[in-house]
């Protein structure tokens, strides 16, 4: 049997602050990564993300 299922969200905030929010290292540990992020979504860097709650 195969499983498949779809995960959905509203976010009720303009575009511009949710993309912030992800791209900016130091706002996402409030949203998503509890770790953090090493550093800020630029086109052609590598980026870890540190979640606390999975070593």
Do not use: C
């Not at 575009?15 to 990564?33: G, H, M, P, R, T």
């Amino acid at each position: 049997m195969e499983l498949k299922f779809t995960v959905q969200a509203k976010i009720k905030k303009p575009i511009e602050e949710v993309f912030d929010a992800v791209y900016n290292s130091k706002k996402l540990s409030k949203y998503f990564a509890t770790g953090g992020a090493s550093r800020s979504l630029d086109e052609g860097v590598e980026v870890i993300w540190d979640f606390h709650d999975y070593p």
